[in-house]
C-alpha cells in the first residue's frame, strides 16, 4: 500500500516510539491482517498517534479561544473557577445536584482536549477490529455456497491449486473469492507450495470457520487422505448448519417482532390513552405524551432497528 503524505509525516514523528514498543501491539497487528487493510501497524498507530495530537491542538485552541472570546470561562458556564478551586471544601459543604451539574460541565470543558484524543485514538484500534469482524461474517455466509462450488470442481478432477485460482476468479463468492485470491498469490507470485499458503491464509484469515476448513484441508493434504470427499463432507456440513442458522434468526426475529409491538406499539397506546383519561381529570401532565411520542418511541425505534441490523447475516 502506497503511503500517504500525512502517514510518512506521522510515522517520522512516532514510528521509533511505536517499533521499540512492537510487542504491545500485536492484537492490532492481527486485526490489520485479518481485515487485509494492508497496512503495517506501525504506520497505522503513528496515524492514529498524529491524528490525536491534531485533534488536541485543534480542541485545545478551539477552548483558549472560546474562553477569550467570551470574557473568561465564568461568563461561558456561570463558575468562578478560581473561586472554585480555592473553596472547594466550602463549595461542597452542601452537596446539591446544581453543584454536582456545575463541577461536571467544568471537568468536561476543561479535559475536552485530553478526552477528543483519547477518543480519536480508540477509534484508530477499533477500527481494524470491526472491519475483521464484518469481514469474517461475511467469509463465514458466502462459505457453503463457495464450498460447494469447490466440491463441484474437485468432483471433476481439478487440481487444488486450480481450484483455488478459480475461485479467486469467481466473484459470486464475495470475500471468499477474496481470501482465494491470497492463495492463488502465494502460490503464484511468491512461489509457496499449495500447503504452505493454504496454512498462511488459515493464519490471517478473518473468519473461525474458514480457518477450520482451511486447516481440514492441510490435514487431508499431508495425511494423503481423499480431498474429494473431504470437500463433499464439508458441503454437506455447512448447507445445514446454514439452514439451522436461518431458522434460529428467523425465531429471533419473531421474537423481536413481538417484543417490538409489546413495547412500542400497545405500550405507549395504552399509556397515552390512560394520561389523556387522566388529564381530563385534572391529574396527569399532558407533557409525558410529548415524552413518549417524541423521544421514546423513536428512540426505541432506532435501537431496534440497530440491534436487527446487529443481528442480521450477511448475505
Known amino acids: 500500500m502506497k503511503n500517504s503524505f500525512f502517514q510518512k509525516i506521522a510515522f ?8 521499540k514498543n512492537k510487542k504491545n501491539y500485536h492484537n492490532i497487528t492481527k ?21 490525536s495530537l491534531i485533534v488536541f491542538s485543534l480542541v485545545f485552541s478551539f477552548l483558549i479561544a472560546t474562553v477569550v472570546y ?19 471544601r466550602y463549595y461542597y459543604i452542601e452537596l446539591t445536584p446544581k453543584k454536582v451539574i456545575e463541577t461536571v460541565l467544568v471537568g468536561l470543558f476543561l479535559l475536552s482536549p485530553i478526552l477528543s484524543a483519547l477518543i480519536i485514538y480508540q477509534i484508530f484500534k477499533w477500527i481494524p477490529k470491526f472491519r475483521a469482524n464484518q469481514r469474517g461474517r461475511e467469509i463465514t455466509s458466502m462459505l457453503p455456497y463457495a464450498v460447494n462450488y469447490i466440491s463441484a470442481m474437485a468432483g471433476a478432477g481439478v487440481t487444488p491449486p486450480k481450484i483455488f485460482k478459480n475461485l479467486a476468479e469467481a466473484e459470486t463468492y464475495g470475500k471468499v473469492s477474496d481470501e482465494a ?24 484469515t478473518a473468519s473461525d470457520r474458514f480457518q477450520e476448513f482451511l486447516q481440514g484441508a492441510i490435514t487431508t493434504l499431508t495425511s494423503g487422505g481423499d480431498l474429494k470427499n473431504y ?16 431458522k434460529e434468526f428467523l425465531d429471533t426475529l419473531s421474537l423481536i417482532g413481538e417484543s417490538y409491538v409489546t413495547t412500542f406499539v400497545a405500550g405507549p397506546l395504552f399509556i397515552i390513552v ?30 431496534f432497528v440497530l440491534l436487527i441490523d446487529i443481528i442480521t447475516p450477511e448475505v
Open 12 to 19: 517520522s514523528i512516532f514510528g521509533n516510539h511505536i517499533e
Open 181 to 204: 485470491r491470497y492463495i492463488y498469490r502465494n502460490t503464484e507470485v511468491f512461489g509457496m507450495d499449495i500447503i504452505t499458503s493454504l496454512r498462511h491464509t488459515a493464519r490471517n
Open 31 to 51: 486485526n490489520l491482517q485479518k481485515a487485509r487493510m494492508e497496512v503495517p501497524a506501525e504506520i497505522w498507530l503513528s496515524k492514529a498517534l498524529f491524528t
Open 70 to 88: 467570551f470574557g473568561g470561562l465564568e461568563k461561558i458556564i456561570g463558575i468562578d473557577l478560581i473561586d472554585l478551586v480555592l473553596n472547594y
Open 274 to 303: 390512560m394520561v389523556v383519561v387522566m388529564s381530563m381529570l385534572g391529574g396527569a401532565n399532558v407533557m409525558i405524551l410529548y415524552l413518549i411520542v417524541y423521544i421514546a418511541i423513536p428512540f426505541g425505534t432506532v435501537l
Open 231 to 246: 470437500f463433499k463432507r464439508k458441503t454437506e456440513q455447512y448447507m445445514r448448519e446454514s439452514r439451522q442458522e436461518q
